[in-house]
């Protein structure tokens, strides 16, 4: 399940041309399985966290590509920037 949800975001690159890499993990959710999907966007790049529709945009997308081949957990969506991650 998990590598057939990582091809299915491959595509979001080409959609957003900010995004440097999606890491995808399964995580265990009150008992039940789930995806934790984190967006990192290139180092540099901070507007689009001043933007809460391009945003929505993001996660709505990375929901309907999951859904488009056929992964059914539920997913929680994280959108982050690469120095944001190298901070952590």
Do not use: C, N, T
Not at 26 to 37: F, K
Not at 57 to 78: F, I, N
């Amino acid at each position: 399940m998990l590598a057939k949800a990582a091809a299915a975001l491959g595509g979001l690159r080409a959609l957003y041309s900010w995004i440097e890499r999606v890491d995808v993990e399964r995580i265990d959710d009150d008992g039940g399985d789930a995806l934790l999907v984190r967006v990192i966007a290139q180092s540099g790049i901070h507007d689009i966290f001043d933007d809460g529709v391009r945003l929505f945009e993001v996660r709505r997308s990375v929901r309907a590509a999951l859904a488009s081949a056929g992964v059914d957990l539920w997913s929680y969506v994280r959108v982050l920037s690469a120095d944001e991650l190298e901070a952590a």
